[in-house]
C-alpha cells in the first residue's frame, strides 16, 4: 500500500489508549490544530502538528489536503443486525398510527416476520444486500462494524448469515466483527420450549459456528418474554466454554429485569440497550469494567425513553454507542442522527461521543489495542468530516459531513469533488 498522508486539517480528534475510557476520561481528547495523520502499509505511521510534519520524509506520499475538514478516527459501529432478509415497513407504519406490539404481532409482524423472510434469503443475496449496507456504513465514517446472525433462529440459515459475513469480510469492505444471536427471539418450531431451544443453540449451533470460525461473540435477548437470567446464563457460559466473547441485549424494556447485574457478574464485553437499567446495574456494569453500547436510534424509533447516559459516564460506566442497525426497530444506519439524539435527549458531551463512537466501541469489540484512536502503530482507520471543528459534528445535526473513509488502509469512500 502506498503511503497516503492527510495534512492541513482543522483539526485532528482522537481520544488515546488500548482500554476502554471510563466516566470522566471518555472527554479526554487529543485535539491537534492544523495536524497531520501519516499512513503506510495498512497502519498509522505518524500523527502530528504542522510542525512535527516539517521532519517527516513525504516524497513517496499520495497527499490529500484537508484544509477545512476535521480528521477523526475510523468510527465503529458495535451493535448492528446488518444481514437480513425483507423488510418490515408495513409494520413501521401500523405503529406510527398507533397499532399496539401485541396487534403487530397478530398481524404477523415482528421478528418472526424477519425471521421468515431471511429463511428465504439464499447466499448470493445475503452478500448483494451486505455489500450495498457496507457501502452506507463506509459514507457515515464506519470503518468497523459488528454484524449479528440471529434472524435464522435455525442452524442453516444462522450458518448463512454468519457465512455471508465471512465472505464480505473477504471483500475488502470495511471490517466485519461477527457474532452469533441464535438467542434472539423463540422460533415457531420451539414455541413455549425456551429452554429446549437454548439447548439446541449450544449443543446443535455454537459448536459449528465454532468449528468454523464464523463468530468472534455470542450474544442473547435478555429479557421478560424472551430469554430469562438463568437461560442467559447457561447461554453465555457455554459460549465462553467454547472461546467466544459474551454481549448481552438487556434491560430494554422492563425495570427490574437484572439483565446489566447479570452482565457485570459474567463481565461481558458489552451490554447493550440499556433504556430501563437500574442503579444497581449501572454499579454492576462499572464494577464489572462492562462497556454500556447505547443504541439511541432504536429508541427514537419506538418512542421510548433514552438509556440514562449522563448517570451512567457520571457513575464511572464506560459507554459506547451504535446504530442497532435492523429492518424492524430500526432501519437507520445515521451517524449523523445518532449523534444529535446522544447531544440533545442523552446529556453526552460531543467529546464523550467521539470517544464512544471510536475507542469504546473498539473496547466493546475487543478491538481497542487494535483501533478506535489515532495513535501511531494502530490500524489505519480513518475519518474525515467537512467540518471546521468536531463539535460541529452535533451543531449541523443531522446531515452527513462524512467526505472520506479509510479502512485499513483502504480509502473506502470518497465524496466526488471534496477534495
Known amino acids: 500500500m502506498a503511503r497516503i498522508l492527510f495534512k492541513n486539517a482543522s483539526e485532528v480528534v482522537t481520544p488515546q489508549g488500548v482500554t476502554l475510557q471510563k466516566g470522566a476520561k471518555m472527554a479526554d481528547l487529543l485535539v491537534i490544530?492544523?495536524?497531520?495523520?501519516?499512513?503506510?502499509?495498512?497502519?498509522?505511521?505518524?500523527?502530528?502538528?504542522?510542525?512535527?510534519?516539517?521532519?517527516?520524509?513525504?516524497?513517496?506520499?499520495?497527499?490529500?489536503?484537508?484544509?477545512?475538514?476535521?480528521?477523526?478516527?475510523?468510527?465503529?459501529?458495535?451493535?448492528?443486525?446488518?444481514?437480513?432478509?425483507?423488510?418490515?415497513?408495513?409494520?413501521f407504519n401500523w405503529r406510527l398510527n398507533g397499532e399496539s406490539y401485541v396487534s403487530i404481532m397478530e398481524r404477523?409482524?415482528?421478528?418472526?416476520?424477519?425471521?421468515?423472510?431471511?429463511?428465504?434469503?439464499?447466499?448470493?443475496?445475503?452478500?448483494?444486500?451486505?455489500?450495498?449496507?457496507?457501502?452506507?456504513?463506509?459514507?457515515?465514517?464506519?470503518?468497523?462494524?459488528?454484524?449479528?446472525?440471529?434472524?435464522?433462529?435455525?442452524?442453516?440459515?444462522?450458518?448463512?448469515?454468519?457465512?455471508?459475513?465471512?465472505?464480505?469480510?473477504q471483500e475488502h469492505h470495511i471490517r466485519i466483527v461477527p457474532t452469533y444471536m441464535g438467542a434472539h427471539d423463540l422460533p415457531p418450531e420451539f414455541k413455549g420450549r425456551p429452554d429446549e431451544y437454548i439447548d439446541f443453540c449450544i449443543r446443535e449451533v455454537m459448536p459449528k459456528v465454532r468449528a468454523k470460525d464464523l463468530a468472534v461473540f455470542c450474544d442473547i435477548f435478555t429479557e421478560r418474554g424472551v430469554f430469562d437470567l438463568a437461560q442467559t446464563r447457561r447461554y453465555l457460559e457455554a459460549a465462553r466454554e467454547m472461546g467466544f466473547g459474551l454481549r448481552m441485549h438487556a434491560d430494554e424494556l422492563f425495570e427490574g429485569f437484572g439483565g446489566a447485574e447479570l452482565a457485570g457478574a459474567l463481565k461481558t464485553s458489552s451490554a447493550d440497550h440499556l433504556l430501563k437499567i437500574s442503579e444497581a446495574g449501572i454499579a454492576a456494569l462499572e464494577q464489572g469494567g462492562v462497556c454500556a453500547t447505547l443504541l439511541p436510534l432504536t429508541a427514537f424509533s419506538i418512542k421510548a425513553d433514552y438509556a440514562p447516559a449522563r448517570r451512567m459516564i457520571d457513575a464511572g460506566v464506560g459507554v459506547a454507542l451504535a446504530t442497532d442497525m435492523n429492518p424492524g426497530s430500526c432501519y437507520s444506519e445515521s451517524m449523523p442522527l445518532l449523534i444529535a439524539l446522544s447531544t440533545i435527549y442523552m446529556g453526552m458531551r460531543m467529546e464523550e461521543v467521539v470517544t464512544a463512537l471510536t475507542l469504546n466501541g473498539a473496547a466493546a469489540l475487543n478491538l481497542a489495542e487494535e483501533t478506535g484512536s489515532l495513535e501511531v502503530g494502530k490500524r489505519a482507520d480513518v475519518a474525515v468530516f467537512d467540518v471546521p471543528n468536531h463539535r460541529f459534528l452535533t451543531y449541523h445535526f443531522g446531515v452527513n459531513e462524512c467526505v472520506l473513509t479509510m479502512s485499513g488502509g483502504r480509502i473506502v469512500h470518497q465524496r466526488p469533488g471534496a477534495f
Open 33 to 91: 490544530p492544523g495536524g497531520f495523520v501519516l499512513t503506510k502499509d495498512g497502519t498509522i505511521e505518524a500523527v502530528g502538528d504542522a510542525k512535527a510534519l516539517e521532519s517527516v520524509d513525504v516524497t513517496d506520499c499520495q497527499v490529500i489536503d484537508c484544509t477545512g475538514k476535521t480528521i477523526l478516527p475510523g468510527l465503529v459501529d458495535s451493535h448492528t443486525h446488518f444481514i437480513f432478509g425483507g423488510y418490515r415497513e408495513n409494520e
Open 108 to 169: 404477523g409482524g415482528g421478528i418472526s416476520a424477519t425471521t421468515t423472510a431471511t429463511r428465504a434469503t439464499d447466499l448470493d443475496e445475503f452478500l448483494a444486500l451486505g455489500r450495498k449496507r457496507l457501502a452506507s456504513f463506509a459514507s457515515h465514517g464506519v470503518t468497523t462494524v459488528e454484524g449479528k446472525s440471529g434472524y435464522g433462529l435455525d442452524l442453516e440459515t444462522e450458518l448463512r448469515q454468519l457465512e455471508a459475513m465471512a465472505r464480505l469480510n
